[in-house]
């Protein structure tokens, strides 16, 4: 990847790894009842969450889904008040009000998230209205799940964005479940195919696994939207290695031991560590990053255990601007 540093590639295994840790930590911390309510990781994903990410400027827009933590953090988020929003301290990135459900961190783009299904997908395709009036060069990028892939809200989203021309990235995380349903089972077709309907050209990454591809059509994807030239449909199939929740238990297995074991071996952190190795990086440091990454998360979670919670005065607080408009 020509555009890519040295630097860039260690930074794209840090992130990776930060996802990794984070949400294996968090799925321990949930477990022990330490973070109310559910939470869902991205653990197999990371190659999807990364190579998207990096592939944004940093004043660019994105929004969520249920599955999130990973994408904050893949475009640079401190892990400190990420840990803490999950557990509803006040020093979390929504002052401990969102959780891991509805979390957002306006410092590095992310808008937000939300368990509704497709629900944060107008929210920026909004942003991206906004840049493309304000004429100020940024792309907004919105993540949705394969189960969302058939929710209105999205084609009304495509629609809008392709008749405007909005610089726009329609993101399908594709991990072949919407909870226990299999995709194959309830979608038609494949769905990158469906953009040419709106009149954008739509690109499936087939091995979602591979960092640099994610990255490289996530890429062309951005600048085409930053270039003028409108919205693009990016679908990326990939894999969660966990359950749907964490905790979850449902009373079939639908996802047999071959299927598993084959995405195991497929692990994206473990791939791109051997390319990195293959390019001429030390396993030595390579093993000091996981160090430190492992320090950095046992710091977000010191962080979080010690900060507060918010008190009951400003449960009311934040819910709308007072911010005035002038004619």
């Known amino acids: 990847m020509t555009d890519l540093s040295s630097n860039d590639l260690l930074e794209i295994q840090r992130r990776m790894l930060r996802i990794r840790r984070f949400d294996e930590r968090a799925s321990k911390m949930v477990k022990r009842g330490h973070i109310p309510g559910t939470v869902h990781t991205s653990i197999g994903q990371e190659a999807q969450v990364v190579g998207s990410t990096f592939a944004l400027a940093d004043g660019d827009y994105m929004s969520g889904n249920h599955r999130s933590h990973g994408h904050p953090i893949g475009k640079g988020s401190p892990l400190g008040p990420l840990m803490a929003e999950l557990v509803g301290k006040a020093t979390g990135v929504c002052k ?19 368990g509704i299904v497709g629900s944060s997908i107008p929210i920026a395709t909004g942003a991206a209205l906004s840049s493309k009036v304000l004429d100020n060069g940024k792309v907004a990028l919105a993540f949705f799940g394969d189960g969302a892939a058939n929710q209105g809200v999205l084609y009304e989203s495509m629609n809008l964005a392709g008749s405007w021309k909005l610089p726009m990235i329609f993101l399908c995380e594709n991990n072949q479940y919407a909870l226990s349903t299999p995709a194959h089972t309830v979608t038609s077709g494949v769905i990158a195919d469906r953009g ?77 560590r051997n ?24 710091a977000a979670v010191a962080f979080s255990d010690a900060s507060p919670y918010p008190e009951l005065s400003v449960a009311f607080d934040d819910l709308y601007t007072d911010k005035e408009i002038s004619a």
């Not at 891991?100 to 998230?113: I, K, P, R, T, Y």
């Open 96 to 114: 401990g009000k969102g959780g891991s459900l509805h979390l957002a961190d306006f410092s590095v783009g992310s808008l937000g998230e939300s």
């Open 196 to 272: 040419a309907g709106f009149g954008m050209p739509g690109i499936r990454v087939e091995n979602g696994q591979d960092v640099l591809a994610v990255y490289a059509a996530v890429k062309t994807a951005a600048d085409r939207a930053r270039a003028g030239d409108g919205p693009s449909l990016v679908e990326v199939v990939t894999y969660r290695y966990n359950e749907h929740s964490e905790g979850l238990r449902l009373a079939t297995d639908y996802r047999n031991a071959e299927e598993r074991a084959d995405w195991l071996s497929r692990d994206p952190i473990v791939l791109f």
């Open 275 to 298: 390319h990195l190795i293959e390019t001429g990086v030390s396993a030595e440091l390579l093993d000091q990053m996981e160090a430190d990454v492992l320090a950095e998360v046992d």
